[in-house]
């Protein structure tokens, strides 16, 4: 089993890519981690 997190303040309750920063790195997505430090250092940002 493999556990991903979202670096996210705020609770998600589903995915909308028309929400999604068309400019980030990869483009349009929601992006994902399996490292918590780096989902816990994206929600402080």
Known sequence: MMTLY???NMKIAGIDLF???PYKDF???FY???DTNQ???VAKA
Do not use: V
């Open 6 to 8: 979202h670096g996210s």
């Open 19 to 21: 929400l999604c920063n």
């Open 27 to 29: 483009g349009q997505a």
């Open 32 to 34: 994902l981690t399996e």
């Open 39 to 41: 989902a816990m250092d």
